[in-house]
């Protein structure tokens, strides 16, 4: 039985041209942009972990916060009216 694989696992020549070469530019520009986004998705989970570990960092100080009761809710008050 026959191997398949690729053109150029098989012996034949690869495409040579004007069109292999837009073809090859196309492939490159879009490799470009798929490391651009890959860049840009980097640095968004980036952000995105500091505000999840903020959030996680100021719920703690609001569980806390809560334990004190009804002075805090004063003070929390007073603090909400200086806003």
Do not use: I
Not at 32 to 51: A, F, N, P, S, Y
Request: net charge positive; hydrophobic share 40%; no cysteine.
């Amino acid at each position: 039985m026959a191997e398949r694989g690729t053109s150029t696992q098989s012996g034949a020549a690869a495409p040579e041209g004007p069109e292999a070469a837009e073809l090859r530019a196309e492939v490159a520009r879009l490799r470009g942009l798929l490391v651009e986004k890959d860049v840009e998705m980097g640095k968004v989970r980036g952000r995105l972990q500091q505000l999840e570990e903020r959030t996680t960092r100021m719920l703690g100080v609001a569980a806390r916060l809560r334990r004190f009761g009804p002075p805090f809710a004063r003070l929390r008050a007073k603090l909400r009216g200086r806003r």
